[in-house]
């Protein structure tokens, strides 16, 4: 189901071990977004497939107390495990840009759940027989984000709460969105020394 860390400006990245546990019980792909106090720009870097890498990435990160980070740690209900199904998403609905490893946007989406629409193959009639229609390619999230988020836009989704608890209910759950506007929490997530996680 995933794991989401959201880490708010001032406060310290999680540790190393808490790091490696985290990847050890989601260990399909690693991603993070980050943004400087007052920027409007949301910087995602994914792909990390090993913990190696993953540490890599998270230690590229200049003056983490200075930033706000979405760290994302997967563990695949749909879509094949590689690099370009690691979260975060930029909300967009260009499939090329949902698949980027390294992308600037004005809004970052990560999902922790399995949005029940997008994981049930359809299987048509074809050549005298049944064929399944669902494409491992993608995720569930990145066809939410693309028939469903970017549609709704950054500012509905960071300003109308009706619109908020409508995203958590349709789906039951939780993601964490990150823009100019800082964080945006759908879902239940709980505090542990200042960061907001989803398991």
């Known amino acids: 189901m995933s794991l989401i860390i959201a880490k708010p400006f001032g406060v310290a990245m999680p540790t190393e071990d808490e790091i490696k546990n985290s990847f ?8 993070m977004a980050w943004r ?8 995602i870097w994914k792909g990390g497939m ?35 199904n ?31 629409d997008y994981t049930k193959d359809i299987k048509i009639w074809e050549d005298g027989k049944f064929k399944t229609t669902g494409d ?9 984000i693309k028939e469903y988020l970017s549609e709704i836009g950054k500012k509905l989704l960071v300003n109308v709460n009706p619109i908020i608890r409508l995203v958590e209910k349709a789906t039951n759950s939780r993601f964490a969105l990150l823009s100019s506007a800082g964080f945006t929490l759908i879902g239940s997530f709980h505090e542990h020394n200042g960061l907001r996680c989803s398991g």
């Open 86 to 116: 690691c979260h975060p998403y930029p909300l967009t609905s260009n499939y090329n840009l949902l698949r980027s490893k390294k992308t600037c946007t004005n809004m970052a989406v990560t999902h922790n759940g399995s949005i029940s």
């Open 136 to 144: 491992q390619k993608f995720t569930d999230t990145q066809m939410f």
């Open 24 to 31: 050890d019980s989601n260990s399909d792909g690693f991603g």
């Open 36 to 43: 400087e106090h007052g920027s409007p720009e949301v910087n």
């Open 50 to 84: 090993t913990i190696a890498k993953s540490l890599q990435m998270i230690a590229s990160l200049e003056n983490p107390l200075e930033l706000e980070v979405l760290l994302h740690f997967r563990q695949a209900t749909q879509g094949a495990v590689n690099k370009s």
